[in-house]
Every structure is written in structure tokens, then in C-alpha cells.
């Protein structure tokens, strides 16, 4: 399939393109882009050849957007504040008896944003996203699951008369695309595409027969295992008596970017499982070395912890069909997110003029664009027409970043923490994030030109967000500023400066004065403060505008506030409406919908 360019009048839609299955190995919906005369991020030369760097979770790093040094200073910091978390944690622990605290705790949601301690994480996803529940209520279910393609074939289903086999070929073409740069699922090798013995009908000789060069590799064999289960799980059996006792919401049986959240849940909990597969109880030293006697019992716990976990996402956390067949829940996802809070509800984010601005890309010149967002400029060439559908080419972007909830979209210590507070409180999170990203970037967002400008800026944002604990500390900023002593509380919250402006470094404002206090947090939580922390200068990193501390954010004329609060009643107004549309209903005047909230 060749790559669409959205800035090709005509070009097919991303709702189209995504339905028609245009994604590139790695989960990135495939897209072509110019070079950029207006935004061209700093890329630092790429480095002599020498040893590969790699983090803490087997991924080959890379300094495209941020140099070796940099990124070990953060690393060096983050730890104390992984630490301070740690002790935070422990105590609050301790109050509740060695159990997971309840949702109606105060402090909780607090917790969960500053950073869940990568021991306790499988912990509370399981828990806080009802995972744990639905274990208990269906004891054997992954087990029943895990052997019934060994079963179907022994019993001489193929995949003609088995779509669910079908759905396996699938995903075991997709095995070797999973995490290709981490150390733990290809041995830090190039991962090559295996030939699949096969018998004189094209079937595979055996269960595993597509996988063999794999099933050495502990990762690759759980991944595979958990994605034949969740497709017998999520697909009809054409022998009704064979169906297990629950089945999924909607059918799906495999899609490509389920692999990564796997892998993802795999690499989590497997690195910190204990000697008899319990969470966040050791080094992951037994599930890492598939020769050990306890391999199998160890593994089967977790691999029913990542399924479940899966189900989660899918049924409960994700809207419905963001699998499915045509996509339509992620299609539904990016109309909610371009159309209607972008769009409709742009000035209550604090994005406003990106939204103008996306809606200018459709056939306005450039020069009323920027007028109608306030901006003078010299008059431009006319954009090119960005496509046939009602949704912005740019809405082919973030439909990857949604499917694959950031993973391989963002550094992944910002996943984490993103997938921290996604297991607590679902899909808003998603679009609170997605919101921040382009309020941070809002100055380079209306520097662009054309859709193809925008297309390469929208996709070199996340690689840049190094500083997971500042990116969740803006993007949990309220809206309106609670503190009456902030001297910039009524100031334009569109208005910011451009990422080279912020007036005092970091590090200058806490050696300026002896006296002068350590950055704390602006999230209202005075006993959880990173006390004495102070976070390192990144080069090239758009979260410094934000400044650091109060009197830093007056003097450099920064908006301390965020994009606020995306509430699951708004997301659910606007899923119905985007429905009622698809499905031939009149849409409300604008004021009719706006009013209930």
C-alpha cells in the first residue's frame, strides 16, 4: 500500500486510511510528509558509532532530540524523586493495612499523578481498573483460552473454516514487529520475519510452527500465548458449543497495536515479578530465563495477568469498537477530540487558537488564518485543501497515538506515567494529554504553513517529552488558577511564550538567591512536594516555558494553568452526538449542546 499524503487534494480520509489498515510496523499510522521550512526542532548529530545505550527497560535509547548527557542528568534526578514516591507510597500503604487504598481516598487520585513506584504498578492497574475483579469472577478462563488452537487443530479446524486461525496467522506475522530495538524481545538483533512450515494445504504444521524461531525468547512466547487467547476470547467460534463462558463486548479477534500493549504489560510485570510469579515482588530473574524449572507456572500467572489486563482496556477503559473491525471507536475517539473539544470547545481548554487554526487548514488562505487567531503575518501562498472528510489530516496522527495508548509514541518512562493514571480514570486521560501536548506547542502549531508542516511538527512532539513528572504536573493543572494570590490569574491563557524566550534558566533562578525556595509543585499537594529537588536543564525541551516555580512564571509571563478537566460526562455527550451523526440524525445547534456543560 503506498503512503498517503494528506496534503494531496483528494487524499483519502484517516478515517479511511485507518479502516483500510495503512499502519507501519511499528503501530504508526503510515504518512508521508515534506521537509519543514517553519518548525524544525533542534536534532542533535547522530553519535559516533560505539556501544548501544540502553534504559532500564531494554530499549535502545536514542539522542535524535536529546543528548546523552541531558537525558542521564533527568535520570539521575528522577530517581530521587522515584525514591520520594517510594516512601510517599509505603506510608499510605501502611494506613490502609497493606491493601490498595479505595477510590474514595483523598489522597489517592494525588498519588496515582505524581507516580506509581514501578514495583507497585501491576499492583494497582490490576485493581484500579476492575482486571483483578474479573480474574476472581472467571478462575481458569485464560488456561481454557491459552489451548484451544492446539485443540482446533487437532480437531481439523483451518482457517477456512475458522476465521479465528486466520486472525493467528495474523498476529504471529506481527511478532517480530514487536519492540524490534528492545534487548528483551530480540535480543537486541534485528528481528527477521521467519518461514512457516507448512503442510501441502498452507496450513502450518503445528500450533507453533509459524513461531518456532521465536519460542526460545520468554517475551515473545507469553506475547503470542496471550494474543490467542484474547482472539478465541474476542471472535465468534464457528461451533457454538466451543464459545467460553464470557466472551468480549465487541468482536475483534486481533489487531495490530494490541501486540504492543502486551508487550508492554509483559515488560511491566515481568521484570518485577517474583520467584513465584506474585507482582512487584522481585527482578523478574525466573520469567527472563525460560530454562528455569519454574518457568512455565511463573509465566502462565503472569501471562493471565497481561490478559486480563487487556480486557480491561478493551471492554472497559478504551470506548467500545476501538478494535473492531472498522474502527469506529477510534475513529468516534478523534471526532470527540478534533471536532468537538478542539473544535467546539477549544477556549475552554485553553486551545482556542488551534483550533482556529485547524479549522482555517480547509481551504483558507493563510493570511485570514492567521488574522483570525491574531496574529500578523505578511500574506501567503494558500494552503493546500486537506482533504475530502470532515476530520483533520492531523487526526491521522493522534489515532495511533489513542490505539497504542503512547506506547512507542512517547519515551517510555512518560508512558508509564501516562498508563498510571489511564488505569485509574480511562479514556479522558488520553484526551487531556493529547490537549496538553498541543497547548505546550501551540506557538509552532500556528508557525506552520500547510498540513504537511503540521504533520511533521504533530510527530516530532512526543519524542521530546523527556520530563514525565513535569509534562503530568501541567497536564494536571487546573484550568482556572485556585491560588487567589497569583498575580496572573486573569491573563489570556492562549498567550504564551515561544519555547527560547523563558526569561531566567532553572538552574540560574535557584542559585540567584540563597534564600530562594526549591521548584515545588503547583498541583495543590504542599505534603508531597519533591522537596529539594531540583529538575535538571534539558536542551531542547519545550516544558521549560512552563518555568519553574510561581515567581519564575510571573517573571517570564507563562501561564501557570493547564488545559483542566475533561470529564467523562462531556466525553459521553459528544461520543452520542458523533453517533447520531454517523447514523443520520440532525446535529444540535451549538448552543443547545454547549449548555449542558
Not at 221 to 233: H, N
Not at 293 to 317: S, T
Not at 409 to 436: A, H, N, S, Y
Request: net charge positive; hydrophobic share 35%.
Amino acid at each position: 500500500m503506498g503512503e498517503w499524503n494528506g496534503a494531496q487534494s483528494g487524499a483519502p480520509s484517516p478515517a479511511a486510511a485507518a479502516a483500510a489498515g495503512a499502519v507501519d510496523g511499528k503501530g504508526r499510522l503510515r504518512r508521508s510528509v515534506s521537509s519543514s521550512p517553519i518548525y524544525s526542532p533542534v536534532r542533535r548529530k547522530k553519535p559516533e558509532l560505539g556501544p548501544i545505550v540502553r534504559d532500564k527497560y531494554g530499549f535502545r535509547r536514542s539522542f535524535e532530540y536529546i543528548s546523552k548527557e541531558d537525558q542521564d542528568a533527568f535520570d539521575a534526578y528522577y530517581a530521587g524523586v522515584c525514591e520520594r514516591r517510594r516512601q510517599k507510597w509505603d506510608v499510605l500503604l501502611r494506613k490502609c493495612g497493606g491493601v490498595m487504598p479505595p477510590r474514595s481516598d483523598r489522597s489517592l487520585k494525588r498519588y496515582i499523578r505524581k507516580g506509581i513506584p514501578h514495583e507497585l504498578r501491576i499492583r494497582c492497574w490490576l485493581h484500579y481498573s476492575g482486571a483483578n475483579k474479573d480474574m476472581e469472577e472467571n478462575p481458569g478462563l485464560y488456561t481454557m483460552l491459552s489451548y484451544r488452537e492446539q485443540q482446533d487443530r487437532s480437531m481439523g479446524y483451518r482457517r477456512d473454516n475458522n476465521k479465528i486461525l486466520e486472525h493467528i496467522e495474523v498476529l504471529d506475522k506481527d511478532l517480530h514487529r514487536t519492540f524490534p530495538d528492545n534487548i528483551h524481545f530480540h535480543g537486541g538483533q534485528p528481528a527477521s520475519v521467519p518461514e512457516t512450515p507448512t503442510d501441502g494445504s498452507g496450513e502450518p504444521t503445528s500450533p507453533t510452527a509459524a513461531t518456532a524461531v521465536y519460542m526460545r525468547n520468554p517475551y515473545l512466547r507469553s506475547l503470542r500465548r496471550i494474543l490467542t487467547a484474547f482472539a478465541y476470547y474476542s471472535w465468534p467460534h464457528p461451533n457454538e458449543t466451543r464459545t467460553p463462558p464470557r466472551v468480549c463486548s465487541y468482536p475483534i479477534g486481533y489487531c495490530q497495536s494490541l501486540n504492543f500493549l502486551v508487550g508492554l504489560l509483559l515488560l511491566v510485570d515481568g521484570q518485577t515479578s517474583g520467584e513465584n510469579g506474585e507482582p512487584g515482588a522481585g527482578n523478574g530473574a525466573v520469567f527472563g530465563n525460560i530454562d528455569h524449572p519454574n518457568w512455565e507456572r511463573v509465566a502462565a500467572r503472569i501471562e493471565e495477568r497481561a490478559f486480563w489486563l487487556l480486557v480491561a482496556i478493551v471492554e472497559r477503559l478504551l470506548p467500545p469498537e476501538m478494535y473492531g473491525a472498522n474502527l469506529e471507536g477510534a475513529q468516534i475517539a478523534q471526532e470527540i477530540l478534533w471536532k468537538w473539544l478542539l473544535g467546539e470547545r477549544g477556549g475552554r481548554f485553553g486551545v482556542n487558537k488551534v483550533a482556529k487554526w485547524v479549522d482555517g487548514m480547509e481551504g483558507s488562505d493563510l493570511s485570514s488564518r492567521r488574522r483570525a487567531v491574531g496574529i500578523r503575518s505578511k500574506s501567503r501562498s494558500r494552503m493546500q485543501p486537506a482533504s475530502n472528510s470532515s476530520m483533520p489530516p492531523l487526526s491521522m496522527v493522534t489515532t495511533s497515538w489513542f490505539m497504542t495508548i503512547y506506547v512507542n509514541i512517547l519515551p517510555i518512562e512518560t508512558v508509564l506515567r501516562v498508563w498510571d493514571c489511564f488505569f485509574f480514570q480511562g479514556e479522558k486521560v488520553l484526551m487531556r494529554v493529547t490537549l496538553t501536548l498541543l497547548k505546550i506547542h501551540e506557538d509552532q502549531v500556528l508557525a506552520c504553513n500547510d498540513t504537511s508542516d503540521a504533520w511533521k511538527l504533530i510527530k516530532e512532539i512526543p519524542p521530546r517529552m523527556i520530563d514525565c513528572h513535569r509534562l503530568m504536573e501541567i497536564c494536571f493543572k487546573p484550568r482556572v488558577s485556585l491560588n487567589p494570590f497569583d498575580e496572573r490569574g486573569g491573563q489570556d491563557p492562549g498567550t504564551v511564550s515561544p519555547p527560547h524566550a523563558y526569561i531566567t534558566p532553572p538552574a540560574a533562578a535557584h542559585s540567584s538567591s540563597a534564600g530562594s525556595s526549591p521548584r515545588r509543585s503547583t498541583t495543590g499537594d504542599d505534603s508531597d512536594d519533591e522537596v529539594g529537588m531540583v529538575s535538571p536543564v534539558i536542551q531542547n525541551d519545550p516544558l521549560r516555558k512552563y518555568g519553574e516555580g510561581a515567581a519564575n512564571a510571573r517573571r517570564s509571563k507563562v501561564p501557570r494553568r493547564g488545559v483542566g478537566s475533561v470529564s467523562r460526562k462531556m466525553i459521553a455527550h459528544y461520543r452520542s452526538l458523533a453517533l447520531q451523526e454517523r447514523h443520520g440524525g440532525e446535529r444540535p445547534s451549538a448552543g443547545e449542546h454547549r449548555r449542558q456543560f
